[in-house]
């Protein structure tokens, strides 16, 4: 079965503190894509990173990095010295080669308190 | 500037009344979706369309209905079918179908009355 869980539903941090969305997927297949969205409260999901199977370097964008982990099948994503523009609902989603639809966890909504 | 536009952002409608949802994108991109998201839940895939004058069902596609005649434009038509209607929809769109991130359009937050 393709699945992605993201166990966190609702995390709260003070602003400046740093936090790790966490994110497992479950495949079989060998080829496969992995992403990150942003959802603020405006509704639109932003598309933040992608990342193919062959390619586990982790990837740093200015505060947000994202460490992919075959071998756990996970593919975190932490945002350092957060900020209240940060709040928002998080996704990660999957595509498969041979299928093509994206699966979307179910997000995890993040609250960073001034 | 290239994007995605939705219209309206929001729309009432009567209950067994059709309605229908406009999503135009000017980024050229073959592949365009149609999402369902209600509160606190994640994306459900309505439709999709691979490439001009084809689409596809997706996991909730019942009571919904989706044209694709031009490349820039996947209009979802909500029926009087769909048993439960009120939700936000958010179209997308990537580059090809196999594998490319989706960019979505703002959304509209449809509500039965």
């Known amino acids: 079965a393709q699945k992605v869980t993201q166990a966190q539903t609702e995390i709260s941090v003070v602003e400046k503190e740093d936090v790790t969305l966490d994110c497992v997927y479950e495949t079989r297949d060998t080829t496969y894509y992995l992403f990150w969205y942003k959802q603020p409260p405006s509704g639109e999901l932003v598309f933040l990173i992608r990342r193919n199977s062959f390619d586990e370097q982790n990837e740093i964008s200015g505060r947000y990095s994202w460490n992919f982990q075959k071998s756990t099948s996970s593919f975190n994503f932490t945002i350092t010295a957060s900020q209240v523009v940060d709040s928002a609902v998080y996704f990660c989603?999957?595509?498969?080669?041979?299928?093509?639809?994206?699966?979307f966890g179910k997000g995890t909504r993040l609250h960073i308190l001034p | 500037d290239g994007g995605i536009t939705q219209s309206p952002k929001y729309l009432f409608r009567k209950e067994g009344q059709n309605v229908t949802l406009s999503c135009e994108q000017n980024?050229?991109?073959?592949?365009m979706y149609w999402y369902r998201q209600d509160p606190g839940q994640g994306l459900r895939l309505i439709y999709y369309?691979?490439?001009?004058?084809?689409?596809q069902k997706g996991d909730i596609a019942e009571g919904y209905s989706v044209s694709r005649e031009k490349k820039e434009s996947f209009p979802l038509t909500v029926t009087s079918a769909q048993k439960n209607p009120t939700a936000f929809y958010l179209c997308?769109?990537?580059?090809?179908?196999?594998?490319?991130?989706?960019?979505f359009g703002p959304g509209t937050r449809l509500t039965v009355l």
């Open positions: 369309s691979q490439i001009v004058n084809d689409f």
């Open positions: 989603a999957l595509i498969m080669n041979r299928d093509d639809k994206i699966i």
């Open positions: 980024l050229n991109h073959d592949a």
């Open positions: 997308a769109s990537s580059i090809y179908w196999s594998g490319y991130e989706q960019f």
